[in-house]
Structures are given as structure tokens and as C-alpha cells.
């Protein structure tokens, strides 16, 4: 028994009932999905190409600066539309180039501050598009993140959100409690500490609010989390808090399961094992990977580049002899595919860490 046996769909970009079941699969059998940030057509097919091998379900999203960058950063993104054109693309190239790879894909957005709700209204203008045609939305699901945001505000205008979205039967992500750290452009280095730790009132507001409306939401608590790798001892992570969370809507619903909430840990680069063990043990489903999986892709072409500069600094001439021509060397797709070699080890690597390996 896999993931695969309990899934309409087996590869590729699955939607809807397929996603609520996956996450269901996962807390019923102790692992999380990872979650890696992609920006390219090489980013997502290096995170593909470990999940394949891993034999892992696998998710990927892109944020609002990856759409950017799909896009095209000479592309001018008044209103948001580098952002929502790019993302679309993206979406596009994932769904077309997932199901020969065999494993089953979320298609998911990142983060969406209030700023930046202009991006998630094109980006649902296209699902609802593409629903018409194929009865289901383009992207799995989407995150809006108004954590900065009053309570009221957040769940409001969050409960609003899945409401538009409910009848494609498409997944929502929220975030209650501010991920510190730095990513995307959002600068949350000096928040309050206490701002970094959601209370259990707050998780069964959002759960009781968003409920009624659909069973397909996750929610993001805060118990520490930090955006970015940081030293040792730096960052307080507390994931055993979310077992109280569990437990206080568990009482609150009266619930048969343990664990009732879908929840989600941001910030996960740079933490240990046992704080992933920890979250995992507590109903979190999903953990986002971006800082580690950027500078894995790095360390690939860096090594790359110095092992073979005397070959790359110009188009004709090497150590071999100058009419030796170096177009072996520099082609893009021999030095991008070293980054993508690496990457795709460092998300094995968390498959490994969230037991999500194997888990087909």
C-alpha cells in the first residue's frame, strides 16, 4: 500500500480530492512532503529527478519572485503581471513535463502578502479559465500569507479567498504568526518574537472559519520559524507546540482523529532532524525547502567553474593548446545540469529527512 493505490491520478499534477487524500495518506503514515521553491525549468526538473528516484510524492511551488523570474526579469511587473504571466508559464511547463517523471506533483503558490493579492487574482482568473475546459484549476493549490495582518482581517479576507476557490475544489494554504528571516523581498528579521508563535485560539478561529467553507485548507503556524539558514542556537524552533494545537481543536470539534489540522512548516533550511521528526509527529504535511536547495544548486556550477576555468575563459584555446575549442565546456547545459545534479541530491536528501522516501 503507496500513495499511488489511493490516488485517482498516479502522475503527474494532481488536484483536489487527490490532494486531500495525500495529505490525509501522510499524516496516517508519519511523513511530509516536501515543499521546493522553483524558478526555472532546471529547478523543477532537478527536484523531479530526485523525487523519481526517491520514489516520493513531491511539491512545487513557485513565489511571487519566481514567477518574476519565469517570466523574464527584463519584463516590466506593473500589477503584478511579470508575476502572474510568469507563474502561469510555469505551471504550464510543470503539468506538461510531471507525468514523465511518475510520481504525483502539487502544483502549489508561495507565499502572497497582502501587497501582492493582485498576483493570486490573475493567477485564479486562470484557473477558473482553465476549469471551464478540464474541470479542474490549473494550480493544485495557493498560499495567501497575511500573517502581518490583524486576525480578523487575515481569516476574513482568507475565508473570502476559499470561497472563490472552493468550487474548483482547489487547496489553500494561510499563515497565522510571522516567519521571520528574509525571502522573496519580505523583510521580517525585527519582528517581535512572540509574533513568531501562534496560539492555539488562534488555529481553532481559522480551522472553525475556514470549515465551513471547504475541507481543503492547511494552516501555517508560527513556532519559531525563520526564512533562511542561520548559525546553530540562532533560531528557537518549539514544533512540540503544535501538538497542543492539535489537541485544543481536537477538544474544540470533538474530533475521533488526533490530528484534525493540516499544518504547514515554513522556514525548514538549516533545521536538525529531530525538529522535523518532531513537526511531522504533530499532523505538518508539508515543509518548505528553498535556502538549501538555492545554495545546492550553486555548489554544483561553482565547483564546476573552478574545476574548469582554465577551459572557460575563452570560446578557443586551453591548457591542451591554443586551436582547442572550449564549446564542450561552456554550453550552458553542460554547467547548468552540474547545478542541477546537486540540487536534486539536497532535496533527496530532505525526502529522506520528512520519510517521505519510498512512500509511492
Not at 24 to 36: D, S, T
Request: aromatic share 8%.
Amino acid at each position: 500500500m503507496g500513495v499511488t493505490d489511493i490516488l485517482s491520478r498516479k502522475t503527474g499534477v494532481i488536484v483536489g480530492d487527490d490532494v486531500l487524500k495525500l495529505f490525509n495518506y501522510a499524516q496516517e503514515k508519519g511523513f511530509a512532503i516536501p515543499a521546493a521553491n522553483v524558478t526555472s525549468s532546471s529547478t523543477a526538473v532537478a527536484a523531479l529527478e530526485a523525487a523519481r528516484d526517491k520514489k516520493s510524492p513531491l511539491i512545487l511551488q513557485i513565489s511571487n519572485g519566481g514567477g518574476v523570474f519565469f517570466a523574464g526579469k527584463g519584463v516590466s511587473n506593473e500589477g503584478q503581471k511579470a508575476a502572474i504571466q510568469g507563474a502561469i508559464a510555469g505551471a504550464h511547463y510543470i503539468r506538461a513535463v510531471a507525468p514523465a517523471y511518475g510520481i504525483p506533483v502539487v502544483l502549489h503558490t508561495d507565499h502572497c502578502a497582502k501587497k501582492l493579492l493582485p498576483w493570486l487574482d490573475g493567477m485564479l482568473d486562470a484557473d477558473e479559465a482553465y476549469f471551464k475546459e478540464h474541470s479542474e484549476p490549473l494550480f493544485s493549490s495557493h498560499m495567501i500569507d497575511l500573517s502581518e495582518e490583524e486576525k480578523g482581517c487575515n481569516i476574513e479576507t482568507t475565508v473570502k479567498y476559499l470561497k472563490r476557490s472552493a468550487p474548483m475544489k482547489q487547496w489553500l494554504e494561510m499563515e497565522i504568526g510571522i516567519t521571520g528571516g528574509e525571502e522573496d523581498g519580505v523583510n521580517n528579521e525585527n519582528v517581535d518574537n512572540a509574533a513568531l508563535y501562534t496560539q492555539p485560539e488562534d488555529i481553532y478561529d481559522i480551522y472553525g472559519a475556514l470549515s465551513q467553507v471547504s475541507p481543503y485548507f492547511s494552516i501555517a503556524a508560527g513556532f519559531g520559524n525563520v526564512h533562511g539558514v542561520y548559525k546553530p542556537g540562532n533560531v528557537q524552533l518549539h514544533p512540540e507546540l503544535l501538538a497542543k494545537h492539535q489537541a485544543y481543536v481536537k477538544e474544540k470539534i470533538g474530533a475521533k482523529e488526533d490530528k484534525p489540522v493540516f499544518l504547514v512548516f515554513h522556514g525548514g533550511s538549516g533545521s536538525t532532524k529531530e525538529e522535523y521528526k518532531t513537526a511531522i509527529g504533530n499532523g505538518v504535511v508539508k515543509v518548505n525547502v528553498d535556502t538549501d536547495l538555492q545554495f545546492a544548486y550553486l555548489t554544483g556550477i561553482r565547483d564546476y567553474v573552478l574545476k574548469k576555468q582554465d577551459y572557460l575563459q575563452k570560446a578557443v584555446g586551453n591548457p591542451e593548446g591554443e586551436d582547442k575549442p572550449n564549446k564542450k565546456y561552456f554550453d550552458p547545459r553542460v554547467w547548468v545540469r552540474e547545478g542541477e545534479k546537486t540540487m536534486a541530491a539536497r532535496v533527496a536528501e530532505s525526502l529522506d529527512d520528512f520519510n517521505c522516501t519510498g512512500q509511492l
